[in-house]
C-alpha cells in the first residue's frame, strides 16, 4: 500500500534561517508530487507539484523553493525563513496531474514556527 | 476560478446527533473530495465523488451537481469524529474549502 512520510513534524526556526521539509512516498512509482501551506484560517494553499524528478512547477511566487532529487523524495526548501512562512505545510501525492482525479494522500504534516 | 464555501465553519454537538457539513462551489466540476483533519494535523480522504451519494460506515456524502452543492452527513455522532472536515473541489486544479471544525462533546 502507499504511504507517504513528512519530516520534521514540528520546526521553530528564527528569522532569516534555512529550511528544509522532506517527503518521501513508499508503495508507488512516479507519484506526482504537491507541497501545501495551510494557514490559520486558511484553506489549502498549492505552492508547488512534480511530475517527475527534476520537475518543479510554482503555483505561487514567494520565499520557498522546492527540489525533487529522487523519484519519491520532494523537499521545501529556503534560504531565508521569513515570518510570513509560519503555517502547516503538508506535502501530498496524486495519481494524476493537478486535477487529482484519484484519491488523495496526505503526510501527518510540518509545523513551522519563525520567530 | 471557483469558490469554496463550506458552513459551518464551526460545530459543537452532543454525542449521538446526527450532523451535517454542507460544501458549495461556483463553477462546474469534475469530481469532489471530503478530507478529514484530524488534531495531529494530518489529512485523510474519506470520500471522492462525481455524482450521487456515497456511504461509509457512519459517514455519508451527497452531492448535486446542478446546484453545486455537497453535504457530509455523521450519523450517531462519537467524540472521536472531532476534527476539521475540508471540501475540495477537482476543477482545473484542486481548490479547497476552509474547513469545518467538528467538536462532539461525550
Given amino acids: 500500500s502507499q504511504t507517504i512520510h513528512q519530516w520534521?513534524?514540528?520546526?521553530?526556526?528564527?528569522?532569516?534561517?534555512?529550511?528544509?521539509?522532506?517527503?518521501?512516498?513508499?508503495?508507488?512509482s512516479n507519484p506526482n508530487l504537491y507541497w501545501y501551506r495551510q494557514a490559520a484560517g486558511r484553506g489549502l494553499q498549492l505552492l508547488f507539484y512534480s511530475v517527475g524528478i527534476g520537475q518543479i512547477s510554482s503555483e505561487v511566487p514567494q520565499n520557498l523553493s522546492a527540489s525533487r532529487p529522487q523519484d519519491r523524495q520532494f523537499i521545501l526548501s529556503s534560504k531565508k525563513l521569513l515570518l510570513s512562512d509560519s503555517g502547516f505545510y503538508l506535502c501530498a501525492w496524486g495519481e494524476t496531474g493537478l486535477a487529482f482525479t484519484g484519491e488523495l494522500f496526505f503526510g501527518e504534516g510540518s509545523r513551522l514556527t519563525v520567530l | 476560478k471557483n469558490e469554496v464555501e463550506q458552513s459551518p465553519q464551526n460545530l459543537t454537538a452532543q454525542e449521538g446527533e446526527f450532523i451535517t457539513i454542507n460544501c458549495s462551489y461556483s463553477v462546474g466540476i469534475s469530481a469532489l473530495h471530503w478530507l478529514q483533519q484530524h488534531p495531529g494535523g494530518g489529512i485523510v480522504s474519506l470520500f471522492m465523488l462525481s455524482s450521487g451519494k456515497k456511504k461509509h460506515g457512519r459517514l455519508i456524502a451527497t452531492i448535486n451537481i446542478q446546484e453545486k452543492h455537497s453535504s457530509l452527513h455523521i450519523t450517531?455522532?462519537?467524540?472521536?469524529?472531532?476534527?476539521?472536515?475540508i471540501c475540495a473541489v477537482n476543477d482545473d486544479k484542486i481548490i479547497f474549502g476552509k474547513g469545518t471544525r467538528l467538536h462532539i462533546l461525550p
Avoid: F, K
Fill in chain 2, 76 to 85: 450517531a455522532s462519537h467524540p472521536r469524529d472531532s476534527a476539521v472536515y
Fill in chain 1, 8 to 28: 520534521p513534524a514540528t520546526l521553530v526556526q528564527p528569522v532569516g534561517s534555512p529550511l528544509s521539509l522532506e517527503c518521501t512516498v513508499e508503495g508507488t
